[in-house]
């Protein structure tokens, strides 16, 4: 009969080596935030006029995420802005003009992020959205919008990120760590 027995010294070693690969796979983990929630990129309606502001400050954003702005194309666009023309609503000199309807914005760099509607007079009327990837400090001031205690939106859409939530349920690779550390501590006890 063959012994399937491992040297303690190289359990140890798969263990930690596992260990450490569930830890970090969180650390890698890219997200696609669908900009808006279920209301897309488009005009706040009078009930929830500043929904962009709410939404990005439910989010933490890094470098490596992506922002999705959905939208009619013959309708609508999205234009990265300087904070100038983010505050004057001047979308005329923009640094990424974006109107394909799908538009995908790739956060590359730490720092703070501009967007508005490249149609006339939508930015007036709030479709801007300001972002800030990193230990950057606010340049938006408070009131441009509802504190970080807004309430945030169930979507449809599938897996669309929701940020860090104060749910007292542990996350996955957290419950997958404990459970190794469980079967790893009975195998060596002996009682496996």
């Keep these: 009969m063959v012994s399937l027995r491992i040297p303690r010294y190289q359990l140890w070693s798969y263990t930690l080596k596992l260990f450490l690969l569930i830890q970090t796979q969180q650390v890698f983990c890219n997200q696609r935030y669908k900009v808006g929630d279920l209301d897309s990129w488009g005009i706040p309606t009078s009930a929830n006029p500043h929904i962009y502001t709410a939404w990005s400050k439910n989010h933490i954003f890094k470098i490596g995420d992506a922002l999705l702005f959905l939208y009619p194309p013959s309708q609508d666009s999205v234009v990265q802005v300087t904070q100038q023309s983010f505050n004057g609503c001047n979308a005329t000199d923009p640094i990424l003009y974006l109107n394909?309807?799908?538009?995908?914005?790739?956060?590359?760099?730490?720092?703070?992020?501009?967007?508005?509607?490249?149609?006339?007079?939508?930015?007036?009327?709030?479709?801007?959205?300001?972002?800030?990837?990193?230990?950057?400090?606010?340049?938006?001031?408070?009131?441009?919008?509802?504190?970080?205690?807004?309430?945030?939106?169930?979507?449809?859409?599938?897996?669309?990120?929701?940020?860090?939530?104060?749910?007292?349920?542990?996350?996955?690779?957290?419950?997958?760590?404990?459970?190794?550390?469980?079967?790893?501590?009975?195998?060596?006890?002996?009682?496996?």
């Design 100 to 192: 394909n309807g799908n538009s995908l914005f790739n956060i590359t760099s730490e720092g703070e992020f501009y967007f508005t509607s490249g149609v006339e007079g939508h930015c007036q009327k709030s479709q801007k959205l300001y972002i800030s990837v990193g230990n950057v400090s606010s340049s938006i001031s408070p009131s441009d919008g509802p504190s970080a205690s807004s309430p945030s939106y169930p979507t449809v859409f599938g897996s669309i990120p929701a940020g860090p939530s104060s749910s007292s349920s542990p996350e996955v690779p957290v419950l997958m760590s404990a459970a190794f550390v469980f079967w790893i501590c009975a195998l060596v006890g002996g009682t496996i």
